[in-house]
Structures are given as structure tokens and as C-alpha cells.
């Protein structure tokens, strides 16, 4: 089962990966962009390096995307997978940019993944309150440089393609205490049923 889980910088899906792929047995934890050899490259080039143009970045997260899910997700399809994002996040920052339209992103992302979409997906939705307490206290990446009015935006078109992807989702509130999320998101990935 290949669980997504997506949000913006900040709001606790690494730690909440960390957290729940100890309550099950043969789990693969990985990452978009970095989860694969190539990808940390591409990771390094996006977040730390001087930044690409938005063009050149959306194909950056497709290559990215394309290498993830030839060497970890299609060949581990057996197993839990837990992916600190995805397909979401790199739509929605495209979006936000108005690089191309949404028909012609998830085309090319359908072909990155080659027609493999997760089973569920976990959405962490942050506070502007809470998310500029949070992303104070550290030093930013490229993508968290431009502001948290664009965070907050990337957020809004995250929750509209999730709801409108039709893969069972759950919504969590980034403010939550960490032991509810994290027993809220092991009772989602083990409820058969989805949403």
C-alpha cells in the first residue's frame, strides 16, 4: 500500500512518517524530491543551490518523480509505503506559478508515475498563525523564501487536488497534538474501508 502523505514545509509529516512506520513491520520510508540516488541531486539543485527557472524546476520534480517511482514505489508496491510527498505537492507548487494548466500537469506527472497513484493520502493543513511560529525558528530552503502568503496559497490548491483526486484522503490539523495525529493516521491506513 503506497500512503502519501503531503503539506506544505513545517507541518509535521516527517515527523509523523518517523512516528507511524513504527506501529507496522516491513514499511519503506521515502521522500519526494531525494527518496532515490538521482533525486537527492535533484533535491540539492531545487532547494539549496541558486534556484532554477519554474520551468526547468517543474521537470526537475517530473525527473525526480519519474526515477521515484521506477526504483521505490512500483518495485515495493507489496509493501507499506510511507512517501513524504508526491504528485500533489509538485502539481500544486506548479499551479501556483501558472507554469502550464492542471490537464497538462497531471498528464505529464500520469506519465512520470507511469499510472500508479497512491492508495491514500494523509493532507497536513497548517495555521498562518501556527506556520509563521514554526518556520522562524529555522533556516529557510528556496521554496520556503518566498514567503508564507505562497506557502498558504500552495496549501489552498493542495486541499482542492487531494479532494478532487478521488483517492481516499484524510485531513489533519498540523496543530493537533502529536500523539492524536499520529493514532488518527495508523487508524486511516489500517481502516480497509478508506475515506
Known amino acids: ?65 519519474a526515477e521515484h517511482f521506477a526504483k521505490v514505489i512500483i518495485p515495493n508496491r507489496n509493501k507499506l509505503i510511507l512517501s513524504d510527498r508526491g504528485y500533489i505537492s509538485g502539481m500544486a507548487y506548479a499551479l501556483s506559478k501558472n507554469i502550464l494548466d492542471e490537464k497538462k500537469l497531471f498528464e505529464l506527472n500520469h506519465i512520470a508515475m ?32 518566498r514567503g508564507v502568503a505562497y506557502l498558504l496559497q500552495v496549501q489552498k490548491i493542495m486541499k482542492k487536488l487531494v479532494i478532487s483526486s478521488k483517492i481516499p484522503y484524510l485531513l489533519i490539523n498540523a496543530s493537533d497534538e502529536m500523539d492524536i495525529i499520529t493514532k488518527t493516521i495508523v487508524s486511516f491506513i489500517k481502516d480497509s474501508n478508506g475515506n
Open 1 to 65: 500500500m503506497y500512503i502519501l502523505f503531503e503539506g506544505i514545509d513545517r507541518v509535521g509529516k516527517s515527523t509523523q512518517i518517523e512516528r507511524v512506520s513504527t506501529f507496522f513491520d516491513e514499511v519503506i520510508v521515502t521522500k519526494e524530491p531525494g527518496g532515490t540516488k538521482l533525486g537527492q541531486q535533484i533535491r540539492s539543485l531545487i532547494l539549496h543551490e541558486n534556484p532554477p527557472s519554474s520551468l526547468a524546476e517543474l521537470f526537475l520534480f517530473l525527473a525526480d518523480r
Open 114 to 145: 507511469q499510472g500508479e497513484y497512491p492508495d491514500k493520502i494523509i493532507l497536513f493543513e497548517i495555521s498562518e498563525e501556527e506556520l509563521l511560529r514554526r518556520i522562524d525558528r529555522f533556516t529557510k530552503d528556496n521554496i520556503e523564501q
